[in-house]
């Protein structure tokens, strides 16, 4: 990896942090404070989404050492894959408890503005972090680039499920879509950590 694609990877993997994590505090506030399940596991992907941004950094760290880049690298792309599962199982729970008690969220629009903020922001370090990860052929910059995309993916099910609580308020569209997200984040999580050692 040359210098340039290096400040370029460890510039996307500090905005990503610094962008997730305020993501992730407002939307974990909200989604505690009404009570939207979907809302608070896209707030929890946002933390994720950070650590692996930070395991990203953690890599890059000794780049020019072959050996080491290349245990790094492996190392990297499992830890991502886990960070993933463990993610899914806790949304998974919290879905499935919240649709058996019939729970609901009190608002939906702290969904929808959030999922919009993250879809503007997302679709561009996807995009960008996507191309790095072709240019330098790293498996870490792709399955970081996976973990921006499937926040995309997450934005979108997210927006979907607050639009059809505020619209037609049909109170299982939150607990439907928390466990959309799920699904999403086992089958990158299950990939991730299938990856040789």
Known sequence: MTESQLSRARFLAYFTVGYNLIEGIVSVAFGTKDESLSLFGFGLDSFIECASALVVLWRLRRESVAESAESRERLAVRAIGGLFLVLAAVVAAGSILRLARTQHPDTALPGIVISLASLSFMVFLYRAKMRLARETGS?????????????????????????????????????????????????EGCEGVSKPA
């Not at 499937?150 to 569209?173: E, F, K, P």
Request: aromatic share 8%; charged share 10%.
């Open 139 to 187: 498996r870490t910059l792709r399955s970081d680039a996976v973990c921006s995309l499937t926040c995309v993916w997450l934005s979108l099910v997210l927006l979907a499920g607050s639009a059809l609580y505020a619209m037609a308020g049909i109170w299982w569209a939150d607990g439907v879509a928390a466990l959309l997200i799920a699904g999403l984040i086992v089958r």
